[in-house]
């Protein structure tokens, strides 16, 4: 159903993301359950019903579904962010680390930045995805690349490629996301 031209998802999106820009994390009909949820709820609709649904649909294309899937999220909460940064890089990783750490997506940590090659690698701690999960055959976080992606290429307004190079599911100590300028 088309509401002044939006699908249902995008109002849905619009009213989250003027819930975060606002700092309103109180969600409306929550009031005994409160606004977070179980990470393993989260993990359960995130590599269960979303994951191996997708995986079963597109095979060999389902990281990159959840990969851009994150990317359209990093390039919101950027461009939520920026708007308040001052074209400060210092400032805008500040302000990322605090939302990251608000929305409970993991402490999201700059590792490197060497931006004359055009590279930065961000780690993602206590990652929100593959907490508490073991014994992976290669990286899954790729709704996290995706969104690190996302951030990265809102403020530096360059395309990008993020690539999971590390990740606590594969025992890994951190998730780390190495993000190279294009």
Do not use: W
């Not at 969104?147 to 998730?175: P, Y």
């Amino acid at each position: 159903m088309l509401q002044n031209n939006k699908t249902d998802y995008q109002l849905a999106q619009q009213q989250i993301l003027d819930g975060i820009v606002s700092g309103e994390f109180g969600i409306e009909n929550r009031n005994e359950l409160g606004p977070l949820i179980p990470i393993r709820l989260f993990q359960v609709l995130r590599m269960v019903a979303l994951g191996s649904n997708v995986e079963d649909i597109l095979g060999q294309g389902a990281p990159s579904l959840v990969y851009h899937s994150g990317q359209n999220l990093g390039l919101a909460l950027g461009h939520i962010v920026a708007a308040t940064a001052d074209k400060d890089l210092d400032t805008y990783v500040g302000k990322i680390e605090h939302l990251c750490r608000q929305l409970s997506i993991g402490l999201v940590v700059p590792d490197k930045v060497d931006l004359s090659a055009g590279v930065l690698e961000l780690r993602v701690d206590e990652c929100v995805s593959c907490a508490g999960i073991h014994n992976v055959s290669s990286p899954i976080c790729h709704f996290e690349a995706g969104m690190v992606g996302g951030i990265v290429k809102s403020f530096f307004n360059r395309n990008v490629k993020a690539t999971e190079t590390k990740c606590n599911a594969l025992g890994d100590k951190t998730c780390l996301i190495r993000v190279d300028l294009l």
